[in-house]
């Protein structure tokens, strides 16, 4: 009953901790993200051919092995009676044979046992490395201690697993250590169940980021047929009675693809390019709206850089100059976009004249606008939208998480 009381008092902590947990793994994610992208940022010519990847690991061994090694450099330490070739052997062989141990088992018998739940091939492996592992020691202490005369012959009679000379043998060497390679062991089994639970969490979490931007991609890809559709219609409408201005919204409307095509193909683009894109489109619509309609068109910025997901704010505009044309009075769109700090702002205010919904019309634009904001800034962002005195607004606030210097 204890025991299973323990293993549910456990189960519950993690549970309850699970979201802290997770948050410290995604936030170690990132910094091994962010220092990778630094690391790529480097131009660096020292090094420009592939290092094998055994340099590292040799190194760390080079390390491990040379760092005892520091104590001898104490004039004491050396001058010291009890520091000779059989301690320094008695060190280093158990060490040694201790790490190549936890290796074997890290690499080999736990994934191949452990996980597959052979557990007595395990246990029998790992014995066999433990006698290995006296054994060899015992081979060390034998060439070290060994007299003229005394050959393989007196090694397996008289000297390998005997305490006969020296004490350098004895069944509590062999529980000691057993027991220490139990503990690796055990380390060892801890250590894979972490690392591939890390390593399946990062897969995941590649997995859902690349879903995430694959369907981003497609979002976008579908705002700009819906504006390019919406656009060429209001250009043939235009045909019909003015070509010469039909004319002229071709030309704009090249114009505005064009920089729509080459600065909305990253993720984020300086607010000032969305706004660059925005009045060209807002110059486009002008051309076939009526003399007294009233467009205004301004912004505020504190950071001209600030970054911002391309076409993010298109649909705002796009709807406030589409709903906003009254063919019997007058009509106006109002647009604003206050950037300060980390938050961005965009305002439309418009006469509402909405226009008839047809039966083959989808709503694409708002679809995708709502679908992108939850994908790009999920709970850090807030819509709404309202009708006063026959005004329609709507509003955009969204914070974004990047630090923000004030442009000189």
């Given at each position: 009953m204890t025991v299973k009381k323990t293993a549910k008092a456990v189960t519950k902590f993690f549970e309850t901790k699970r979201g802290t947990f997770e948050g410290l793994q995604e936030a170690s994610f990132m910094r091994s993200e962010k220092y990778l992208m630094d690391l790529l940022k480097e131009e660096t010519k020292s090094i420009s051919y592939p290092i094998p990847p055994f340099v590292p690991l040799l190194l760390i061994w080079i390390f491990v092995l040379l760092f005892p090694l520091a104590t001898f450099l104490d004039p004491s330490v050396?001058?010291?009676?009890?520091?000779?070739?059989?301690?320094?052997?008695?060190?280093?062989?158990?060490?040694?044979?201790?790490?190549?141990?936890?290796?074997?088992?890290?690499?080999?018998?736990?994934?191949?046992?452990i996980f597959k739940k052979h557990y007595i091939p395990f246990v029998i492996h790992n014995a066999l490395l433990v006698i290995g592992a006296i054994f060899v020691r015992e081979v060390a202490f034998f060439l070290i201690e060994r007299n003229p005369g005394e050959g393989i012959t007196y090694f397996f009679t008289s000297y390998c697993f005997s305490n006969m000379k020296g004490g350098h043998f004895s069944f509590i060497t062999v529980i000691l250590f057993s027991i220490l390679v139990g503990f690796v062991c055990g380390i060892s089994v801890l250590y894979n169940i972490v690392l591939r639970h890390t390593l399946r969490a990062f897969v995941q979490r590649?997995?859902?980021?690349?879903?995430?931007?694959?369907?981003?991609?497609?979002?976008?890809?579908?705002?700009?047929?819906?504006?390019?559709?919406?656009?060429?219609?209001?250009?043939?409408?235009?045909?019909?009675?003015?070509?010469?201005?039909?004319?002229?919204?071709?030309?704009?409307?090249?114009?505005?693809?064009?920089?729509?095509?080459?600065?909305?193909?990253?993720?984020?683009?300086?607010?000032?390019?969305?706004?660059?894109?925005?009045?060209?489109?807002?110059?486009?619509?002008?051309?076939?709206?009526?003399p007294s309609y009233k467009l205004e068109f301004t912004t505020d910025l504190e950071t001209e850089d600030f970054q911002i997901a391309p076409l993010i704010a298109m649909p705002l505009v796009e709807n406030a100059i589409k709903h906003s044309v009254n063919p019997d009075g007058p009509s106006f769109a109002r647009i604003k976009i206050v950037q300060k700090g980390n938050i961005v702002e965009f305002f439309t205010e418009n006469s509402n004249f909405p226009r008839k919904k047809k039966s083959n019309e989808g709503g694409l634009g708002l679809a995708t606008f709502k679908k992108r904001l939850d994908l790009l800034y999920s709970e850090r962002y807030e819509y709404k939208t309202e009708v006063v005195d026959n005004t329609y607004k709507a509003s955009l606030t969204i914070v974004t998480d990047q630090a923000v210097r004030a442009s000189d």
């Open positions: 050396i001058t010291s009676p009890k520091i000779n070739a059989k301690g320094v052997v008695g060190f280093y062989v158990p060490f040694c044979t201790t790490t190549l141990i936890f290796f074997l088992n890290q690499k080999f018998l736990v994934p191949s046992c590649e997995q859902k980021n690349k879903s995430l931007q694959y369907e981003l991609d497609f979002l976008k890809n579908q705002l700009s047929p819906h504006f390019l559709f919406n656009t060429l219609n209001n250009i043939s409408a235009l045909i019909q009675f003015d070509p010469k201005r039909a004319e002229e919204s071709m030309a704009k409307l090249s114009k505005l693809l064009r920089v729509m095509l080459y600065q909305t193909s990253d993720s984020t683009i300086p607010i000032k390019e969305e706004i660059d894109i925005l009045e060209k489109y807002a110059d486009l619509e002008r051309l076939r709206l009526d």
